[in-house]
T-cell receptor, first 114, second 107 residues
Framework: DTEVTQTPKHLVMGMTNKKSLKCEQH?????MYWYKQKAKKPPELMFV???????INESVPSRFSPECPNSSLLNLHLHALQPEDSALYLC?????????????FGQGTRLTVV | GIQVEQSPPDLILQEGANSTLRCNFS?????LQWFHQNPWGQLINLFY???GTKQNGRLSATTVATERYSLLYISSSQTTDSGVYFC?????????FGQGTELSVKP
């Protein structure tokens, strides 16, 4: 099974709301990633978790808060977002950070901030 | 950091035509992936190809790591091949994407 599952698929939220994006994988991967993608652009890395610890934060604003409760789950907590944060948010996993292996992506959450 | 460049940026084909997409990278790598992003945003794994040649149906890929490029071949294109094709490499624990090639296959 090479599946990464993201929920929800679509999310509309107001600028004062708090919401969470969820990601799950059961491939035994120990590295998990959050990416943000704007239209007509490649995915941009936000965060990397390695063995359930945050290892890379690409200077992401604190209104985005990642969490890795266990080796299979990755959350992204959203609070006080801005309209420019509207984008496709992608979760990925790979074997181990720093060891070249194949990465797999979820289907994404399309977020609209109103 | 490593630079990943893809060409062409856009490509329009008639159904049945063949095409070659190119990915150049600025530093030595021992990993490279090709993805197809469909109109719904899903990134679909096509090939994990650090070196050599692989084939999967109408698609094949070749990576020449010593010369820092990879090629994706699409033969007998179909309308369902439309979308954006990305190559990506891992460096420093980060998966870094090229800018993509947007392919449109016309019936």
């Amino acid at each position: 099974d090479t599946e990464v599952t993201q929920t929800p698929k679509h999310l509309v939220m107001g600028m004062t709301n708090k919401k969470s994006l969820k990601c799950e994988q059961h491939m035994g991967h120990r590295a998990m990633y959050w990416y943000k993608q704007k239209a007509k652009k490649p995915p941009e890395l936000m965060f990397v978790y390695s063995y359930e610890k945050l290892s890379i934060n690409e200077s992401v604003p604190s209104r985005f808060s990642p969490e890795c409760p266990n080796s299979s789950l990755l959350n992204l907590h959203l609070h006080a977002l801005q309209p420019e944060d509207s984008a496709l948010y992608l979760c990925a996993s790979s074997g181990r950070q720093g060891v070249p292996t194949e990465a797999f992506f979820g289907q994404g959450t399309r977020l609209t901030v109103v | 950091g490593i630079q990943v460049e893809q060409s062409p940026p856009d490509l329009i084909l008639q159904e049945g035509a063949n095409s070659t997409l190119r990915c150049n990278f600025s530093d030595s790598v021992n990993n490279l992936q090709w993805f197809h992003q469909n109109p719904w945003g899903q990134l679909i794994n096509l090939f994990y190809i650090p070196s050599g040649t692989k084939q999967n149906g109408r698609l094949s890929a070749t990576t020449v790591a010593t010369e820092r490029y990879s090629l994706l071949y699409i033969s007998s294109s179909q309308t369902t091949d439309s979308g954006v094709y990305f190559c990506a490499v891992f460096q420093g624990g980060k998966l870094i994407f090229g800018q993509g090639t947007e392919l449109s296959v016309k019936p």
